[in-house]
Protein backbone atom coordinates (compact mmCIF):
# COMPACT_ATOMS: atom_id res chain seq x y z
CA UNK A 1 0.00 0.00 0.00
CA UNK A 2 3.16 2.33 0.88
CA UNK A 3 4.10 2.11 -2.21
CA UNK A 4 0.81 3.91 -3.69
CA UNK A 5 2.76 7.42 -1.83
CA UNK A 6 3.10 8.79 -5.47
CA UNK A 7 -0.64 9.15 -5.83
CA UNK A 8 -1.01 11.32 -2.71
CA UNK A 9 -0.61 14.98 -3.95
CA UNK A 10 -3.75 15.75 -2.09
CA UNK A 11 -4.08 17.63 0.82
CA UNK A 12 -4.57 16.76 4.30
CA UNK A 13 -8.41 16.27 5.16
CA UNK A 14 -8.12 15.34 8.59
CA UNK A 15 -5.80 16.88 11.67
CA UNK A 16 -5.39 15.33 15.04
CA UNK A 17 -3.08 16.52 17.18
CA UNK A 18 -2.75 15.40 21.32
CA UNK A 19 -0.77 16.66 23.87
CA UNK A 20 0.94 19.41 21.99
CA UNK A 21 1.91 22.31 23.38
CA UNK A 22 -1.41 23.57 25.21
CA UNK A 23 -3.56 21.59 23.02
CA UNK A 24 -4.55 18.31 24.86
CA UNK A 25 -6.60 16.87 21.84
CA UNK A 26 -8.13 17.79 18.57
CA UNK A 27 -9.54 16.42 15.93
CA UNK A 28 -10.41 18.78 12.60
CA UNK A 29 -11.84 17.57 8.92
CA UNK A 30 -10.01 20.47 6.62
CA UNK A 31 -10.61 22.21 3.71
CA UNK A 32 -8.61 21.46 0.75
CA UNK A 33 -8.46 25.19 0.20
CA UNK A 34 -7.63 27.70 3.30
CA UNK A 35 -7.79 27.37 6.55
CA UNK A 36 -7.61 29.84 8.96
CA UNK A 37 -7.06 30.15 12.66
CA UNK A 38 -8.38 32.67 14.47
CA UNK A 39 -7.53 33.31 17.79
CA UNK A 40 -5.93 35.25 20.78
CA UNK A 41 -2.25 35.62 22.35
CA UNK A 42 -1.54 32.48 23.35
CA UNK A 43 -4.20 30.30 22.06
CA UNK A 44 -2.48 27.91 20.52
CA UNK A 45 -2.52 28.92 16.15
CA UNK A 46 1.21 28.64 16.24
CA UNK A 47 1.21 25.42 17.57
CA UNK A 48 -0.97 23.81 14.96
CA UNK A 49 0.93 25.20 12.17
CA UNK A 50 4.15 23.41 14.85
CA UNK A 51 2.30 19.94 14.76
CA UNK A 52 1.53 20.07 11.11
CA UNK A 53 5.20 21.15 10.71
CA UNK A 54 6.35 18.29 12.52
CA UNK A 55 3.98 15.98 10.62
CA UNK A 56 6.16 16.55 7.04
CA UNK A 57 9.09 16.96 8.58
CA UNK A 58 9.63 14.97 12.03
CA UNK A 59 10.37 17.86 14.10
CA UNK A 60 9.27 21.01 15.43
CA UNK A 61 10.55 24.92 13.72
CA UNK A 62 10.39 26.09 16.92
CA UNK A 63 12.79 23.81 19.60
CA UNK A 64 14.78 21.65 18.72
CA UNK A 65 13.96 19.93 22.77
CA UNK A 66 10.97 17.50 21.97
CA UNK A 67 10.54 17.92 25.65
CA UNK A 68 9.64 21.90 24.83
CA UNK A 69 6.88 20.43 22.89
CA UNK A 70 5.20 17.95 24.27
CA UNK A 71 2.36 18.82 26.47
CA UNK A 72 3.47 20.11 30.07
CA UNK A 73 2.98 16.72 32.56
CA UNK A 74 2.52 14.42 29.83
CA UNK A 75 4.54 11.48 28.57
CA UNK A 76 4.52 11.93 24.58
CA UNK A 77 2.54 13.79 22.03
CA UNK A 78 0.96 12.82 18.63
CA UNK A 79 0.02 14.08 15.28
CA UNK A 80 -1.98 12.56 13.06
CA UNK A 81 -3.24 13.11 9.38
CA UNK A 82 -5.45 11.83 6.84
CA UNK A 83 -4.96 12.27 2.91
CA UNK A 84 -7.44 11.46 0.14
CA UNK A 85 -6.22 10.86 -3.21
CA UNK A 86 -7.96 11.59 -6.37
CA UNK A 87 -9.54 7.69 -5.77
CA UNK A 88 -10.59 8.83 -2.54
CA UNK A 89 -8.56 6.33 -1.25
CA UNK A 90 -7.09 7.15 1.89
CA UNK A 91 -3.41 7.47 3.23
CA UNK A 92 -3.25 7.86 6.96
CA UNK A 93 0.08 9.31 8.49
CA UNK A 94 0.98 9.56 12.49
CA UNK A 95 4.29 10.91 14.43
CA UNK A 96 4.57 10.39 18.08
CA UNK A 97 7.27 11.31 20.29
CA UNK A 98 8.20 10.22 23.50
CA UNK A 99 10.30 12.42 26.06
CA UNK A 100 12.98 10.00 25.96
CA UNK A 101 13.72 11.72 22.31
CA UNK A 102 12.29 8.25 20.78
CA UNK A 103 10.34 9.33 17.31
CA UNK A 104 7.82 6.56 15.67
CA UNK A 105 6.55 7.15 12.33
CA UNK A 106 3.77 5.59 10.85
CA UNK A 107 3.24 6.02 7.20
CA UNK A 108 -0.44 4.10 5.51
CA UNK A 109 -0.37 1.50 8.76
CA UNK A 110 3.51 0.79 8.59
CA UNK A 111 5.55 1.81 11.61
CA UNK A 112 9.12 2.28 11.40
CA UNK A 113 9.19 4.35 8.71
CA UNK A 114 11.66 7.43 7.82
CA UNK A 115 11.74 10.69 8.66
CA UNK A 116 12.40 11.77 4.59
CA UNK A 117 9.25 9.72 3.75
CA UNK A 118 6.96 11.91 5.34
CA UNK A 119 8.56 15.37 3.52
CA UNK A 120 7.80 13.49 0.36
CA UNK A 121 4.30 12.54 1.50
CA UNK A 122 3.78 15.88 2.93
CA UNK A 123 5.99 19.00 1.39
CA UNK A 124 5.41 21.89 3.79
CA UNK A 125 6.20 25.76 2.79
CA UNK A 126 6.30 27.69 6.03
CA UNK A 127 5.44 31.50 6.09
CA UNK A 128 6.18 33.60 9.50
CA UNK A 129 7.39 36.79 10.71
CA UNK A 130 11.32 36.10 11.11
CA UNK A 131 10.78 34.08 7.84
CA UNK A 132 12.83 37.10 6.20
CA UNK A 133 16.09 36.07 7.80
CA UNK A 134 16.08 33.91 4.56
CA UNK A 135 17.53 36.97 2.65
CA UNK A 136 19.20 38.53 5.62
CA UNK A 137 21.01 35.81 7.51
CA UNK A 138 23.69 33.70 6.51
CA UNK A 139 23.87 30.86 3.05
CA UNK A 140 22.48 28.12 5.32
CA UNK A 141 18.55 28.90 4.81
CA UNK A 142 18.93 30.19 1.07
CA UNK A 143 20.78 26.48 0.42
CA UNK A 144 17.96 25.15 2.74
CA UNK A 145 15.86 26.85 0.76
CA UNK A 146 17.39 25.33 -2.69
CA UNK A 147 17.67 21.86 -1.55
CA UNK A 148 14.09 21.88 -0.07
CA UNK A 149 13.50 22.27 -4.39
CA UNK A 150 16.22 19.77 -5.40
CA UNK A 151 15.13 16.92 -3.01
CA UNK A 152 11.60 17.11 -4.00
CA UNK A 153 12.43 16.60 -8.12
CA UNK A 154 15.88 14.28 -7.75
CA UNK A 155 15.30 11.34 -6.26
CA UNK A 156 18.66 10.78 -5.86
CA UNK A 157 19.61 14.14 -4.46
CA UNK A 158 18.88 12.96 -0.42
CA UNK A 159 21.37 9.99 -0.61
CA UNK A 160 23.74 12.03 -2.70
CA UNK A 161 24.01 14.68 -0.09
CA UNK A 162 23.73 12.47 2.86
CA UNK A 163 27.12 10.31 1.60
CA UNK A 164 29.18 13.67 0.76
CA UNK A 165 28.26 15.29 4.08
CA UNK A 166 29.65 12.30 5.88
CA UNK A 167 32.96 11.96 3.57
CA UNK A 168 33.38 15.47 4.59
CA UNK A 169 33.18 14.88 7.97
CA UNK A 170 35.41 12.08 7.40
CA UNK A 171 38.12 14.27 5.03
CA UNK A 172 38.17 16.93 8.49
CA UNK A 173 38.93 14.23 10.25
CA UNK A 174 41.64 12.76 8.18
CA UNK A 175 42.87 16.76 7.60
CA UNK A 176 44.11 16.81 11.25
CA UNK A 177 46.32 13.39 10.93
CA UNK A 178 47.22 13.19 7.22
CA UNK A 179 51.35 13.70 5.93
CA UNK A 180 50.51 13.85 2.69
CA UNK A 181 47.17 14.72 0.02
CA UNK A 182 47.88 11.22 -0.93
CA UNK A 183 46.41 10.01 1.92
CA UNK A 184 43.02 11.75 0.86
CA UNK A 185 43.44 11.31 -2.85
CA UNK A 186 40.86 8.27 -3.06
CA UNK A 187 38.26 9.74 -0.99
CA UNK A 188 38.55 12.81 -2.46
CA UNK A 189 37.56 11.34 -5.66
CA UNK A 190 34.46 10.02 -4.61
CA UNK A 191 33.77 13.35 -2.96
CA UNK A 192 34.39 15.30 -6.28
CA UNK A 193 32.06 13.29 -8.07
CA UNK A 194 29.13 13.72 -5.30
CA UNK A 195 30.00 17.46 -4.99
CA UNK A 196 29.56 18.01 -9.42
CA UNK A 197 26.34 15.92 -8.98
CA UNK A 198 24.63 18.17 -5.90
CA UNK A 199 26.17 21.13 -7.64
CA UNK A 200 24.54 20.71 -11.32
CA UNK A 201 21.16 19.39 -9.67
CA UNK A 202 21.23 23.26 -7.71
CA UNK A 203 22.23 25.07 -10.54
CA UNK A 204 19.54 23.27 -12.83
CA UNK A 205 16.77 24.06 -10.24
CA UNK A 206 17.98 27.47 -9.06
CA UNK A 207 17.75 28.34 -13.73
CA UNK A 208 14.33 26.76 -13.59
CA UNK A 209 12.84 28.49 -10.45
CA UNK A 210 14.63 31.83 -10.83
CA UNK A 211 11.66 32.47 -13.79
CA UNK A 212 8.74 32.22 -11.71
CA UNK A 213 10.52 34.09 -8.64
CA UNK A 214 11.08 37.26 -10.67
CA UNK A 215 7.39 36.69 -12.44
CA UNK A 216 5.99 36.52 -8.44
CA UNK A 217 7.82 39.66 -7.71
CA UNK A 218 6.54 41.81 -10.43
CA UNK A 219 3.00 41.38 -8.56
CA UNK A 220 4.87 42.00 -4.97
CA UNK A 221 7.09 44.11 -5.14
CA UNK A 222 6.59 45.54 -9.32
CA UNK A 223 8.85 48.81 -8.34
CA UNK A 224 12.09 46.74 -8.34
CA UNK A 225 13.81 44.27 -10.51
CA UNK A 226 15.37 41.30 -8.34
CA UNK A 227 18.86 39.21 -9.88
CA UNK A 228 19.36 35.61 -8.50
CA UNK A 229 22.87 34.40 -8.67
CA UNK A 230 23.52 30.80 -7.84
CA UNK A 231 27.06 30.70 -6.06
CA UNK A 232 28.09 27.03 -6.29
CA UNK A 233 30.95 26.94 -3.24
CA UNK A 234 33.86 26.78 -4.80
CA UNK A 235 34.92 28.92 -8.10
CA UNK A 236 33.51 28.85 -11.52
CA UNK A 237 35.09 26.57 -13.95
CA UNK A 238 37.72 24.71 -11.85
CA UNK A 239 36.79 20.99 -11.21
CA UNK A 240 35.98 20.29 -7.31
CA UNK A 241 38.32 17.53 -7.41
CA UNK A 242 41.74 20.50 -8.41
CA UNK A 243 39.89 22.69 -6.05
CA UNK A 244 40.69 19.99 -3.00
CA UNK A 245 43.98 18.82 -4.47
CA UNK A 246 45.10 22.58 -4.81
CA UNK A 247 43.86 23.31 -1.31
CA UNK A 248 45.03 20.67 1.01
CA UNK A 249 47.68 22.57 2.54
CA UNK A 250 45.16 25.58 3.51
CA UNK A 251 42.64 22.83 4.57
CA UNK A 252 45.32 21.39 6.84
CA UNK A 253 46.07 24.50 8.51
CA UNK A 254 42.22 25.27 8.50
CA UNK A 255 41.44 21.68 9.75
CA UNK A 256 38.57 21.48 7.59
CA UNK A 257 37.25 21.56 3.92
CA UNK A 258 36.81 25.27 3.43
CA UNK A 259 35.50 25.35 -0.33
CA UNK A 260 32.35 22.82 -1.54
CA UNK A 261 28.79 22.69 -2.08
CA UNK A 262 28.55 23.16 1.52
CA UNK A 263 28.96 26.82 0.85
CA UNK A 264 27.07 27.37 -2.13
CA UNK A 265 24.57 29.95 -1.55
CA UNK A 266 22.05 31.95 -3.42
CA UNK A 267 23.12 35.77 -3.63
CA UNK A 268 19.30 37.78 -4.28
CA UNK A 269 19.53 41.44 -5.40
CA UNK A 270 17.11 44.18 -5.92
CA UNK A 271 18.37 46.50 -8.78
CA UNK A 272 22.07 45.96 -8.28
CA UNK A 273 21.92 46.29 -4.34
CA UNK A 274 21.79 43.27 -1.68
CA UNK A 275 17.95 43.16 -0.78
CA UNK A 276 18.55 43.38 2.81
CA UNK A 277 20.01 46.90 2.19
CA UNK A 278 17.07 48.38 0.13
CA UNK A 279 13.64 46.41 1.01
CA UNK A 280 11.50 47.38 3.94
CA UNK A 281 10.48 44.73 6.61
CA UNK A 282 7.09 43.62 4.69
CA UNK A 283 8.97 44.23 2.00
CA UNK A 284 11.05 41.70 2.77
CA UNK A 285 8.76 39.27 3.89
CA UNK A 286 6.81 39.68 0.27
CA UNK A 287 10.03 38.86 -1.28
CA UNK A 288 10.21 35.52 0.80
CA UNK A 289 6.54 34.80 0.47
CA UNK A 290 7.54 34.76 -3.05
CA UNK A 291 10.14 32.44 -3.57
CA UNK A 292 7.93 30.02 -1.48
CA UNK A 293 4.94 30.41 -3.40
CA UNK A 294 7.46 30.01 -6.94
CA UNK A 295 8.70 26.93 -5.23
CA UNK A 296 5.10 25.74 -4.73
CA UNK A 297 4.06 26.66 -8.18
CA UNK A 298 7.70 24.88 -9.48
CA UNK A 299 6.82 21.53 -7.59
CA UNK A 300 3.43 21.02 -8.99
CA UNK A 301 4.42 21.73 -12.72
CA UNK A 302 7.49 19.27 -12.35
CA UNK A 303 5.59 16.58 -9.80
CA UNK A 304 2.39 17.05 -10.32
CA UNK A 305 2.40 16.98 -6.24
CA UNK A 306 0.72 20.05 -4.42
CA UNK A 307 2.48 21.62 -1.58
CA UNK A 308 1.12 22.95 1.75
CA UNK A 309 1.28 26.48 2.90
CA UNK A 310 1.66 27.72 6.37
CA UNK A 311 1.38 31.26 7.22
CA UNK A 312 2.01 32.76 10.52
CA UNK A 313 0.35 35.86 11.77
CA UNK A 314 -0.64 36.53 8.19
CA UNK A 315 -1.48 40.20 8.58
CA UNK A 316 1.70 41.10 10.66
CA UNK A 317 3.82 43.76 8.47
CA UNK A 318 1.55 43.33 5.08
CA UNK A 319 -1.24 46.09 4.42
CA UNK A 320 -4.74 44.79 2.97
CA UNK A 321 -3.73 45.19 -0.53
CA UNK A 322 -0.10 43.56 -0.21
CA UNK A 323 -2.60 40.60 1.98
CA UNK A 324 -5.01 40.70 -0.95
CA UNK A 325 -2.02 39.90 -3.67
CA UNK A 326 -0.66 37.25 -1.64
CA UNK A 327 -4.18 35.82 -1.26
CA UNK A 328 -4.99 35.55 -4.99
CA UNK A 329 -1.49 33.95 -5.44
CA UNK A 330 -1.89 31.35 -3.40
CA UNK A 331 -5.88 30.32 -5.03
CA UNK A 332 -4.31 30.63 -8.24
CA UNK A 333 -1.35 27.87 -6.99
CA UNK A 334 -4.69 25.90 -5.59
CA UNK A 335 -2.68 25.02 -2.64
CA UNK A 336 -4.01 24.41 0.99
CA UNK A 337 -3.14 26.87 2.75
CA UNK A 338 -2.95 27.75 6.68
CA UNK A 339 -3.42 30.72 7.89
CA UNK A 340 -3.19 31.80 11.57
CA UNK A 341 -4.45 35.32 12.25
CA UNK A 342 -5.85 37.53 15.94
CA UNK A 343 -8.78 38.52 14.28
CA UNK A 344 -11.21 37.81 11.60
CA UNK A 345 -10.94 40.75 10.24
CA UNK A 346 -7.50 40.54 8.97
CA UNK A 347 -8.46 38.00 6.99
CA UNK A 348 -11.51 39.08 5.87
CA UNK A 349 -9.83 40.06 2.39
CA UNK A 350 -9.24 36.09 1.75
CA UNK A 351 -12.44 34.64 2.72
CA UNK A 352 -14.39 31.98 0.25
CA UNK A 353 -17.10 29.87 0.06
CA UNK A 354 -14.26 26.46 0.26
CA UNK A 355 -12.26 28.53 3.24
CA UNK A 356 -12.91 27.34 6.89
CA UNK A 357 -12.67 29.05 10.07
CA UNK A 358 -11.60 27.89 13.12
CA UNK A 359 -11.58 29.74 16.27
CA UNK A 360 -8.72 28.34 19.12
CA UNK A 361 -9.39 29.65 23.44
CA UNK A 362 -6.20 28.29 25.40
CA UNK A 363 -6.02 25.04 23.19
CA UNK A 364 -8.75 24.14 22.13
CA UNK A 365 -10.40 24.73 18.49
CA UNK A 366 -13.71 24.82 17.22
CA UNK A 367 -14.66 25.08 13.47
CA UNK A 368 -16.94 28.38 12.78
CA UNK A 369 -20.22 27.56 11.40
N1 LIG B 1 4.90 22.16 26.59
C1 LIG B 1 3.84 22.95 26.79
N2 LIG B 1 2.79 22.51 27.53
C2 LIG B 1 1.71 23.30 27.75
N3 LIG B 1 1.58 24.53 27.25
C3 LIG B 1 2.58 25.02 26.50
C4 LIG B 1 3.77 24.25 26.22
N4 LIG B 1 4.58 24.98 25.45
C5 LIG B 1 3.96 26.14 25.24
N5 LIG B 1 2.76 26.19 25.88
C6 LIG B 1 1.76 27.27 25.88
O1 LIG B 1 0.96 27.08 24.76
C7 LIG B 1 0.52 28.33 24.24
C8 LIG B 1 0.73 28.20 22.77
O2 LIG B 1 0.95 29.34 22.16
P1 LIG B 1 0.97 29.58 20.61
O3 LIG B 1 2.31 30.10 20.30
O4 LIG B 1 0.49 28.42 19.87
O5 LIG B 1 -0.13 30.74 20.60
P2 LIG B 1 -0.61 31.67 19.42
O6 LIG B 1 -2.10 31.52 19.34
O7 LIG B 1 0.18 31.42 18.22
O8 LIG B 1 -0.27 33.11 20.04
P3 LIG B 1 0.26 34.47 19.34
O9 LIG B 1 -0.94 35.15 18.75
O10 LIG B 1 0.81 35.24 20.48
O11 LIG B 1 1.29 34.10 18.34
C9 LIG B 1 1.30 29.40 24.97
O12 LIG B 1 0.44 30.04 25.88
C10 LIG B 1 2.37 28.63 25.73
O13 LIG B 1 2.64 29.16 26.99
MG1 LIG C 1 1.61 32.53 17.24
Known amino acids: MWSRQCDF???????????????????IEL????????????????????????????????SSLTGRVIQNDCDQLFVHGRFLNSDQFELPIGI?????????????????????QLAQVLPLQMIHPEGFDLLTDGPKHRRAFIDWG???????????????????????????????????????????????????????????????????CQIFLPEYEIQLKYYRG???????????????????????????????????????????DVLSRGQL??????????QGQHLTEVTGKQCIYLIDDFASELDSQRRKRLADCLRE?????????????QIDDMLDEKGKMFRLEHGTIEQNI
Open 9 to 27: NMPLSRLAIQQFRNIEACD
Open 31 to 62: STGFNFLIGPNGSGKTSVLEAIYMLGHGRSFK
Open 96 to 116: NKQRDGSTEVKIGGQPGQKLA
Open 150 to 216: VFHVEPAFFDTWGRFKRLNKQRNALLKTASCYRELSYWDQEMASLAESISCWRAEYVSQVSEKIARI
Open 234 to 276: WEKSTPYASILAENFERDQVLGYTFSGPNKADLKIKVNGTPVE
Open 285 to 294: KLMVCALRVA
Open 333 to 345: TRAQVFVSSITQS
